[in-house]
């Protein structure tokens, strides 16, 4: 079941840009997690937001929860071509992931 | 350095034939997880185990069956495949009470 819904479906944007990528979700959660994914390869963990923090920062990576719009945002600063990949967010719900379609991000030269 | 790794990363197979896609874990991880991936679908959890010889049906457990006779072990089993089995299959674990699944690279699989 598909409960993580991420938005935009595809972002291209110049590298040096930043991109946001947002993530809305149906059910009350203990944590949510964003993954990427190169092409053709598996999924990398990024970052992890529980749901009673607000705001999470590692490297050029920013994320935000907003719980009582159960919706969470992935900024990445200053970006680089090799950030093009797609993007996942996943909630947790008694040890499985539930997981989103996924934002393709692509970064122009 | 955690390591999840899949037996295959590409696999063609024919109408009928028996699959088995194997998955292992360094990481003395408790549960394991078999998904598949498909475009503009996201992940699909298939089955899942928490120990050894459990397992669980996940969202989509229809056309596959799943082993885990040891820990760091967890095999996806398509009996017999079928073209709606051409999907990205990605293998997972996770400690008990942990908050993080790694991968594993992944299997193309495709079934001619």
């Known amino acids: 079941s598909q409960q993580g819904e991420e938005d935009p479906q595809a972002l291209s944007i110049q590298e040096g840009e930043n991109a946001t990528m947002n993530c809305s979700y149906k059910t009350s959660i203990n944590n949510l997690q964003w993954y990427r994914q190169n092409s053709g390869r598996g999924l990398v963990h990024l970052i992890l937001?529980?749901?009673n923090e607000r705001e999470k920062h590692s490297g050029r990576l920013r994320v935000t929860l907003d719980t009582s719009k159960k919706s969470s945002s992935l900024l990445i600063t200053a970006s680089r071509a090799a950030d093009t990949a797609s993007y996942f967010c996943a909630t947790d719900s008694n040890y499985q992931l539930i997981w989103g379609a996924g934002t393709k991000l692509i970064i122009k030269p | 350095d955690v390591k999840v790794t899949q037996s295959s990363r590409y696999l063609v197979k024919r109408t009928g034939e028996k699959v088995f896609l194997e998955c292992v874990q360094d990481m003395d991880h408790e549960n394991m997880f078999w998904y598949r991936q498909d475009p503009g679908l996201g992940l699909r959890l298939i089955y899942f185990?928490?120990?050894?010889?459990?397992?669980e049906k996940g969202d989509i457990p229809e056309g596959y069956s799943v082993s885990r006779e040891k820990k760091e072990r967890f095999s996806l089993i398509l009996e017999s495949a079928s073209t709606n089995q051409t999907s990205m299959y990605l293998c997972?674990?996770?400690?008990?009470?942990?908050?993080?699944?790694?991968f594993g690279p992944g299997t193309r699989l495709t079934v001619l």
């Open positions: 997972a674990s996770i400690t008990g009470g942990g908050d993080t699944q790694y």
């Open positions: 937001i529980r749901s």
């Open positions: 185990s928490y120990d050894v010889k459990m397992k």
